[in-house]
């Protein structure tokens, strides 16, 4: 199409250059197809320019179509990244939150453990003054029944006293009540409340039982001398009566404070009965430091 616009140009140049004369007198038949060409070139240069035109206009609105796509992708990944930074402070918060709580519950918690140990061992300090107060009136307690019932050998001599076979010598009473009163009736007689530390000692005196009183209730001197519930038999020299001692009967109960022997089954085995029980008699020995 170009080429055919420069021809009218090309012929006039032609004709110039051989009769230079004849271009201020051109035939009316040149002037027409020169007219005609320049028309011709015109029309096609401007045919070219519109569909150039259509084809940048429709070039552009495609771009225009392209960024409004890109801007509206890129608008949809700043708020899904806003969203996503205020679910990640929200997140960071609420932990941050969560972890001050629970902190300021530790240290609640660990402030309350404090007090309660504190608490504790001020509780400790005062069971143990109560027990100190408790070890010194006992022993003024003790120290007051032995000087009252002092041990008097010549008068528990005087006794109707039976010795058996270990070489020790009992008295067997026939008349009962209740622990204390027992303890006492022997130690007016300068005797003591009978003491077991063995089962050849438990037998001997227990066959004599029988043979002279008769099976029944028969208390000992070992009583329970723990505080705040704990189990500690002692005998009336001190010494320990074991809760798993062959002396004890099978499912003995230990909670009741003293300890009698019992009849029946039980062969005379100890057992536990509170010591206000005065339904048991008792069986008195003569102390170690008369014989």
């Not at 990944?77 to 300021?104: C, F, I, P, V, Y």
């Not at 453990?113 to 005062?126: G, I, P, T």
């Not at 008068?155 to 010598?169: D, F, H, I, P, Y």
Request: aromatic share 6%.
């Amino acid at each position: 199409m170009l080429r055919l616009g420069l021809l009218p140009f090309l012929v006039v140049a032609a004709v110039l250059a051989n009769d230079p004369k004849q271009i201020d007198q051109p035939s009316k038949n040149e002037e027409t197809e020169f007219q005609k060409g320049l028309m011709t070139s015109v029309e096609a240069t401007n045919e070219n320019l519109k569909r150039l035109a259509k084809l940048f206009y429709e070039q552009m609105g495609e771009m225009k179509k392209l960024a409004e796509e890109q801007e509206k992708n890129f608008n949809a990944t700043n708020q899904r990244l806003d969203e996503m930074a205020q679910l990640s402070d929200d997140r960071h918060r609420q932990g941050t939150e969560e972890l001050k709580n629970h902190a300021n519950e530790t240290d609640r918690k660990l402030n309350d453990l404090d007090r309660l140990v504190k608490q504790s061992l001020e509780n400790v300090k005062h069971v143990d003054q109560k027990l100190d107060e408790s070890a010194a009136l006992a022993k003024r307690q003790n120290q007051h029944f032995d000087r009252r019932f002092s041990s008097n050998c010549n008068l528990a001599r005087s006794a109707s006293l039976t010795q058996l076979s270990n070489g020790k010598q009992y008295l067997f009473l026939t008349t009962g009540g209740n622990w204390t009163q027992v303890r006492d009736r022997c130690a007016e007689k300068g005797l003591q409340m009978i003491t077991l530390k063995n089962m050849n000692d438990h037998n001997l005196v227990w066959q004599k039982i029988k043979e002279l009183l008769g099976e029944s209730y028969y208390w000992v001197s070992a009583r329970n001398t723990g505080n705040s519930g704990q189990m500690d038999y002692r005998w009336h020299d001190g010494s320990k009566l074991e809760l798993n001692s062959d002396l004890w009967k099978d499912n003995a109960n230990k909670t009741l404070g003293c300890v009698e022997m019992k009849y029946g089954s039980n062969n005379g085995k100890l057992s536990g009965e509170t010591c206000n029980y005065s339904g048991s008699k008792s069986v008195c020995e003569l102390p170690s430091e008369c014989y």
